[in-house]
């Protein structure tokens, strides 16, 4: 019953920003990674960025640069601050955990987000 709950998803322009926030809840051991993949109409979904509890991060090649993870293992979050949007950034973006449970018998397994709609246009 572990559900991650998305915001921050909208309308922008060129250049424009946004920030996408994911909170996991329900019976959590931990979060190792957590983070954000993204699909546009007809394609099929990709990474964006992910992070480890350590902080290590991953980055789409495409959005290196413009795009910042973080997150707060305290509070199960993880946040995608986005920069310089583009055009091509437009999709619905997922919320991604892999998700160790809090007892010994819960399995490894990812669990997503219900999505959030990006749209970069003028």
């Known amino acids: 019953q572990v559900q991650l709950a998305e915001s921050g998803g909208g309308l922008v322009q060129p250049g424009g920003s946004l920030r996408l926030s994911c909170a996991a809840s329900g019976s959590i051991g931990s979060i190792n990674p957590m983070g954000w993949y993204r699909q546009a109409p007809g394609t099929q979904r990709e990474l964006v960025a992910t992070i480890t509890s350590g902080g290590y991060t991953n980055y789409a090649d495409s959005v290196k640069g413009r795009f910042t993870i973080s997150r707060d293992n305290a509070k199960n979050t993880v946040t995608l601050q986005m920069n310089s949007l583009k055009p091509e950034d437009t999709a619905v973006y997922f919320c991604?955990?892999?998700?160790?449970?809090?007892?010994?018998?819960?399995?490894?397994?990812?669990?997503w987000g219900q999505g959030t709609q990006v749209t970069v246009s003028s």
């Open positions: 991604n955990a892999r998700i160790r449970g809090s007892y010994f018998y819960d399995p490894l397994r990812d669990y």
